[in-house]
């Protein structure tokens, strides 16, 4: 029964699509799970950037190395300023590499094409594999929280590659 609103252009328009470009709803594997779950990580990382990081943590001042009267006259003012900024743009980039990473995991590491494990394995190893590394070489006091997201994108990949598809897509 059509609507009072119906003009009959719905029905006019309306093609169904041939069974070949009917996309098949893939059920969830445990690789694509734990991808969501790092690119979660990774977005809840970047807000923390965005808008709860303080320009200065007591690691930064301890890494400079510089007498704390000499930095708070000094350095401080202007560097704060600076880094405010930086993290800014680093919880954006951040935050969009989860959301690439969630949307990644939701369609083609879960249709479990080569493809996207090869981009995963690009994109996770210059984002937050590198972050970790680079979080040790600093002996951040976040290293090892840096170290169980990186972890996390890790197993997602080797889940991946252990998993037996129905059929494997490039």
């Not at 799970?33 to 301890?62: H, N």
Request: proline content about 5%; hydrophobic content about 55%.
């Amino acid at each position: 029964m059509a609507s009072q609103h119906d003009d009959g252009l719905s029905r006019r328009f309306w093609v169904e699509k041939p069974p070949s470009m009917v996309r098949e709803r893939k059920s969830w594997t445990p690789s694509s799970i734990v991808l969501a779950m790092s690119g979660v990580t990774l977005m809840g990382t970047g807000l923390y950037f965005l808008f709860l990081r303080p320009p200065l943590l007591p690691e930064d001042i301890r890494y400079m190395a510089v007498p704390a009267a000499q930095f708070d006259a000094l350095l401080r003012p202007k560097l704060e300023l600076w880094l405010t900024h930086v993290f800014r743009v680093m919880g954006g980039y951040v935050f969009a590499t989860g959301v690439l990473m969630l949307t990644l995991a939701v369609t083609a590491f879960r249709d479990h094409q080569n493809g996207a494990a090869i981009g995963c394995l690009i994109g996770g190893a210059a984002s937050i594999g590198w972050m970790a590394v680079v979080n040790f070489m600093i002996d951040s006091d976040f290293k090892w929280v840096l170290l169980a997201m990186a972890l996390l994108w890790a197993a997602s990949l080797a889940l991946f590659w252990t998993e037996k598809p129905k059929h494997v897509r490039l």
